[in-house]
């Protein structure tokens, strides 16, 4: 499907990796099993396997963790790890709170409003919805304190294709300016 430019003026062809889909995203968390209670209470999600060593297999430090994995729906895993001997954890104090988060896929704009129904009876302190012009989100946050989104999308394939047709563009011209290009500026033209 796509094709690049290998280095010394190689020929073009098909690159030799291809993508199934996500394994897993993995984040660290506070408690493993607070973690587990919060998802399965608040998102529905199923874990799926606990990991636990006293050696980290790739590196091979001496430094005990719990992982965890839970079902995201349709062979998606988020996944989290508990290292108690690190110091506590943070996050990125020169990245605004907004950008980093994790946004999961609803069925449509219903599921939106019940599941920020839901998570408000749970006293979780939800955004929402924000129109994005081709779907709209709600935003919380989760106990470790990760961003959080649920989104359902709103766009037509009319308008998904549109968006594709003017991606790379999009990305050159920023690249240059650091001025955001205006070609898909109809997204955010009379949002609700």
């Not at 996500?22 to 984040?27: I, Q, T």
Request: aromatic share 10%.
């Amino acid at each position: 499907m796509f094709k690049f430019k290998k280095a010394n003026n190689l020929k073009i062809g098909k690159p030799m990796i291809n993508i199934k889909r996500f394994h897993h995203v993995a984040y660290r968390c506070k408690d493993a099993k607070e973690t587990v209670d919060w998802y399965q209470n608040h998102l529905n999600m199923e874990l799926t396997v606990a990991i636990a060593e006293n050696e980290v297999p790739s590196t091979k430090a001496p430094d005990p963790y719990m992982h965890i994995f839970l079902d995201a729906g349709m062979g998606n895993v988020l996944a989290f790890f508990e290292i108690p001997n690190s110091p506590e954890m943070g996050r990125d104090e020169n990245t605004p709170q907004w950008v980093q988060h994790i946004a999961l896929e609803v069925e449509n704009e219903n599921a939106l409003v019940s599941a920020k129904e839901a998570l408000q009876q749970k006293g979780v302190d939800v955004l929402g919805p924000v129109n994005h012009g081709v779907f709209k989100s709600i935003y919380f946050f989760d106990p470790n304190g990760h961003r959080l989104e649920l989104a359902a999308n709103t766009g037509t394939p009319e308008q998904f294709k549109e968006l594709k047709s003017v991606a790379s563009d999009m990305v050159e011209e920023w690249s240059k300016t650091k001025v955001a290009p205006t070609h898909a500026a109809w997204l955010h033209q009379n949002n609700d």
